[in-house]
């Protein structure tokens, strides 16, 4: 029996079959279609991410709400928005908000971040099932980032009052691409690729 040196071996993402690595034109011997180097294989998951993570600065430093009340703008930012709502009694929404549009995020870019070393260079004794566990939760909770979006459009259509006018601001569009190339970023990461550097 003729023994293969694994590491030779990669797989074609569009039928799964195994082909020798031949370098950079691999082509698939079963459906002929051309199977990317597995070295270059999380490129574009990082370029999704360090995306998503340059938009959600502004995303914190502009004002997500435009609010005209008498003649009196004033502007909210993520964070002002919340401690607004805690000081003013409405616990629960500024909670929710606040996981929403500030740990979530934070969370999901630190999960990918981890994700994406790990498969590059294992750290210590990393678990596959683990690694499995959080690449799921950031496909589950990735949409419901953009809560602060739905808040900022609700509030939006309700409030028509003669004296009373509140508009999306800035960092509404910088929130909602954060969560758009977040969310490619987690599409691009191939699962797979956790099972072979285990």
């Known amino acids: 029996m003729i023994e293969v040196d694994e590491s030779t071996l990669i797989r074609c993402a569009i039928c799964g079959a195994v082909n020798m690595d031949k370098g950079k034109k691999n082509i698939c011997r079963r459906c002929h279609s051309s199977i990317k180097d597995k070295h270059f294989s999380t490129q574009k998951s990082w370029a999704y991410l360090i995306t998503g993570m340059i938009a959600y600065i502004p ?45 979530i995020p934070v969370l999901k870019f630190l999960i990918l971040i981890y994700l994406l ?5 294992p750290l210590g004794k990393d678990k596959k099932v683990t690694k499995h ?18 808040v900022v459009a609700v509030l939006s259509a309700l409030i028509h009052l003669s004296m009373v006018s509140i ?19 987690a599409h691009a990461f191939d699962a797979r690729l956790i099972k072979e550097n285990c």
Not at 117 to 121: L, M, N
């Open 59 to 103: 995303a914190n430093m502009y004002p997500i709400l435009i609010s005209t009340q008498f003649g009196q703008t004033e502007g909210s930012t993520i964070l002002g928005g919340v401690i607004f709502l805690w000081e003013h009694g409405s616990y629960p929404i500024a909670m929710v908000i606040f996981f929403a549009s500030i740990i």
């Open 133 to 150: 566990k959080l690449y799921y939760m950031t496909e589950v909770i990735g949409p419901w980032s953009m809560i602060d979006v739905f």
């Open 117 to 121: 070393i790990s498969v590059k260079y």
């Open 167 to 185: 508009v999306a601001g800035t960092a509404v569009t910088a929130f909602a691409i954060s969560v758009f190339f977040t969310l490619l970023s």
